[in-house]
Structure formats: C-alpha cells, structure tokens
C-alpha cells in the first residue's frame, strides 16, 4: 500500500509534468504565432511601402501600398499624392545664382489641373535649377551665362521632386540643336534673354522641339 509520502511525490510529479507539458504547448503556439506573421507577404510589402513614403519616393509608395492590399493601404495610398506647389522657381544652385541671364518659360495651357516642373542642368548635366508651373502661367530665372539643359516634365498627381509625376507622367528633354555635337545643349549668352513658350500659336522665333524619353531615366 502507498503511503502518503509518496503519494505526496507523485502528484507533485504528475503537477510539475503537467506544468512542462502546458508551457511546451504555450511555447509551441507563440512559435508559430511568430511564424506566421513573418510568413505573411502582404504585411511584408506594406512595410515596404511605409518605408518608400518615409524616404519621399511617393509615388512608389502608392503602387506598394495598392498591390499588398493590406491594412489602411487604401488610406495610404491616397496621402501619397502631394500638394501642388505654386509657380515659381522651387530650387537654385546658391553657386549658380546670377543676373546675366534670364530664362522664361511662358505655358499655354487650358487645363488648369496640368502641372509642368522644369529642370536645368548645366553642361557637366549637373542640376542648377527647378521650376513649377500650374495650368497655363509664367515662371522664370536666372543664369549665368553658359551652357545649358532644360527638361519638362508634365503630368496631373504631383509626387514630390523625388519621383515628380509618377510613370504616368510625360518626361521631355528640350532639343535647341544649336551645338553639333550635343543637339540638347543651348548657350545662353551674357546679357541674353531667354524665351520658351510651351504650345505657342505664334509662328515667330525660334522653334524649339523636344524628345520623349521616360521617367527611370530621366535623372541620367
């Protein structure tokens, strides 16, 4: 027959083997709670996302937070379109600033929700100046004399000066052929002033053409 001593150790057992069996069980389900989380995909690209919006690349932002489909992305998706700026020079080279010459960009445009953001570049193809128009309106600046780029970039959501309009937007580089070796590249003289007119109905001056050329590209 049992005595109570032992009986006392064997519940005691039988307890202490329960409580390891419980917290293996426990253990086991955090596990595979961890597991699953890591193992979904859409979380995963969600996080992505926030991360492409944390470092201004909006408009890639958006088609993150559109394709993982998962948590507020429909909320996120939508504050990834940005304030329209207002015309006028939104950048300039502190290095390059002068008063010797002066490009205007005159804009004809009827739709009021079409946005044109302008870069010069200077002939290294470094960036010297941005400029941003709304619907149809002027903007102008000022250069040193020397050689110059100037591209255009047109388009209607507005993603910020990382990613701009987006690749639904259309990207232009400006062709002057004024110099035989570099048709893109225009000198703007000392003294000089500058006049570009974006759907010009007027058959005066000089005509000036433009070359598509797509938005992955457009900072080469």
């Known amino acids: 027959m049992m005595n109570k001593l032992q009986f006392k150790v064997m519940v005691l057992s039988i307890l202490v083997l329960m409580g390891v069996v419980e917290n293996l069980v426990c253990f086991a389900g955090q596990k595979s709670d ?18 492409l919006f944390d470092e201004g690349k909006y408009y890639s932002a958006e088609q993150a937070f559109i394709e993982c489909k998962y948590g507020d992305w429909a909320k ?24 010797e010459t002066n490009l205007i960009i005159v804009v004809n445009e009827e739709n009021p929700d079409t946005y044109r ?19 149809e309106n002027t903007v102008e600046t000022w250069l040193p004399e020397g050689y110059y780029y100037v591209k255009e970039a047109t388009g209607t959501k507005w993603y910020g000066d990382k990613e701009l309009f987006g690749a639904e937007g259309s990207y232009r580089t400006m062709v002057f052929n004024e110099i035989e070796d570099d048709r893109f590249l225009s000198l703007f003289e000392e003294g000089y002033q500058c006049e570009i007119t974006i ?4 058959s005066g001056g000089k005509e000036v053409e433009s070359e598509v050329t797509d938005w992955d590209s457009w900072n080469e």
């Open 199 to 202: 759907n010009s109905s007027d």
């Open 76 to 99: 996120r998706a939508k504050e990834c379109v940005q304030p329209v700026p207002e015309t006028g020079e939104l950048w300039h080279d502190k290095k390059k600033k002068s008063e």
């Open 117 to 135: 953001y302008y870069e010069v570049y200077d002939q290294n193809k470094k960036p010297v100046a941005s400029l941003f128009v709304a619907g």
């Open 34 to 51: 961890k597991k699953t989380a890591k193992e979904s995909p859409a979380k995963v690209e969600y996080d992505k996302a926030v991360k």
